[in-house]
């Protein structure tokens, strides 16, 4: 870290921008100097056999608009220890439906062990991308497999 300054790091798809992605980034931004987003690539979106809604060009540019977002990375793996590491960032943001996973008590221990502090933010109640396309499919009688 230069000058003290507090680095934090969250990342995520960012598909079909909504309130909840808003309240992380608020939140986290409320706990650092400087807020770092990664935006995931397409081709990681596909590893999960799902497809972004909006292409990562698209993605990451409201991404970099948001007036708590100091910088915009490309997320092109899943290895979140590695970039805050790279980064020099002292938290990792994450929204609190991960909290208490098997997964997520064991990253708290890799991330304790180099100084980096895993941050839990309520997730917002009601919305998500998943809920937003299956509004979608309701309205428009998309086939869900075409929103995936």
Not at 3 to 19: C, E, K, P, R, S
Not at 127 to 136: A, N, P, V
Request: net charge positive.
């Amino acid at each position: 870290m230069r000058n003290n300054m507090i680095i934090g790091y969250t990342a995520g798809v960012y598909d079909l921008f909504h309130i909840g992605h808003l309240n992380l980034l608020k939140n986290a931004k409320g706990m650092c100097d400087k807020l770092i987003v990664g935006v995931t690539v397409d081709e990681l979106v596909s590893y999960k056999n799902k497809k972004a809604f909006i292409p990562y060009e698209e993605r990451i540019e409201m991404v970099r608009a948001c007036r708590y977002v100091d910088a915009v990375v490309p997320q092109d793996n899943m290895d979140k220890l590695e970039m805050c590491k790279k980064l020099g960032a002292s938290y990792l943001f994450v929204g609190d439906d991960w909290y208490g996973t098997e997964k997520w008590k064991n990253y708290e221990v890799e991330f304790e062990k180099n100084n980096i502090k895993i941050i839990y933010f309520p997730y917002t109640k009601g919305i998500s991308s998943t809920r937003i396309r299956e509004l979608l499919h309701q309205e428009r009688g998309a086939s869900l497999t075409d929103l995936k």
